[in-house]
């Protein structure tokens, strides 16, 4: 009697961005298919368009109302505070993509401040140690979700709260200032394209190349969508994640660096709103909770556009009383208009 043969998938099954609803891939093809990453994306994934449309829309309502803002000086002015929040919302994409979700992201970015603008300011060695333990103990929040089974949800907050409770303990009232390269580093005036454009531009050519084309990607986004094909693909789950979890950190060093080079000071107050920021930049740029999606570039200008709207709210002197809930209704249009254009996707 004939036996079913299991449906096999291909690497391109992952790389499109889907989930892998199938059977087990076949394990010495999907090895040398994994290691190569020689599939591509099968069709444009729409969702991540509406977080582009929403940040060209809201640049452009920006310059009607203040034609200043398309000036070099203008774009630089207003595309600088989205820089952290970047960074914020590609190190919760990783997380979000695991199947995670990371609730310490804005206390995480509040140490990395305090670090550097207390420590790292007086003495570079020993705040680049403690930047290194910093992402060592990221991996240690992958371990502990991967090893034990623990919800992220719990670990994440657990960590938060560590995160914050150390903050304090350095810098209990603001202080402290950016080292002198970090300073010139964010105020720096390249030629052609502001640096906060120029910096989100690479984030997304870098990041959306190791995402898509990588075999990292490819087993990152294989863990959120289908664990059991990880090792069809070669990778190890438990030390998939880990490594993720160390990349995420290294994403809060890079905003806790930016944020510090901008605010020129150390506090751990004001930070915890890049969480919910992060979380929906990368929802508002494609991603899904259910995991398996990775949509830098939606990311990228999901934060931005949020970025945007507390400039656009400045500028035509909405009340910050009343600038949260502007926001909120904002984000839920947004999100709804995703949603429509993913459900017509043929």
């Known amino acids: 009697m004939s036996q079913v043969q299991p449906e096999r998938r291909s690497v391109s099954d992952v790389q499109s961005g889907g989930h892998l609803d199938g059977g087990p891939a076949g394990r010495g093809g999907a090895i040398g298919a994994g290691a190569r990453v020689t599939g591509g994306v099968r069709a444009l994934d729409p969702a991540p368009l509406v977080a582009v449309a929403a940040a060209i829309g809201l640049f452009i309502w920006l310059v009607i109302i203040e034609p200043s803002a398309l000036s070099y000086s203008g774009v630089s002015l207003v595309l600088i505070g989205s ?61 502990l979700v991967a090893w034990r089974g623990i919800p992220a949800i719990i670990v994440t907050l657990g960590a938060g709260f560590v995160w914050l409770g150390i903050s304090l303990i350095v810098a209990p009232t603001p202080a402290g200032s950016a080292p002198a390269w970090l300073g010139g580093l964010m105020a720096l005036n390249p030629p052609g394209i502001p640096m906060p454009l120029g910096a989100a531009l690479l984030v997304m050519v870098v990041g959306g190349t190791l995402v898509t084309f990588s075999r990292p990607g490819l087993l990152l986004r294989a863990v959120g969508s289908h664990r059991g094909a990880v090792r069809d693909f070669g990778g190890h789950p438990r030390r998939v994640r880990v490594l993720a979890y160390m990349v995420v950190g290294v994403c809060m060093v890079a905003g806790g660096l930016s944020l510090t080079g901008i605010t020129d000071t150390g506090s751990s107050s004001g930070v915890s709103q890049y969480t919910l920021l992060a979380i929906a930049a990368v929802i508002l740029g494609g991603g899904q909770f259910s995991g398996g999606k990775a949509p830098v570039v939606g990311v990228v200008c999901g934060a931005i556009a949020l970025s945007l709207v507390a400039s656009v709210m400045s500028v035509v002197s909405i009340p910050s009383s009343l600038q949260t809930g502007v926001e909120g209704v904002i984000l839920v249009a947004a999100v709804l208009g995703q949603r429509l254009v993913v459900l017509r996707r043929p």
């Open 83 to 143: 820089v952290p929040l970047v960074f914020a919302a590609v190190g919760q994409m990783i997380v979000i993509a695991l199947g995670d979700i990371d609730l310490g992201t804005g206390y995480a970015i509040g140490l990395v401040n305090v670090v550097v603008a207390l420590i790292m300011t007086h003495n570079e060695l020993v705040g680049w140690v403690l930047l290194a333990a910093f992402v060592v103990g990221y991996g240690m929040i992958g371990l």
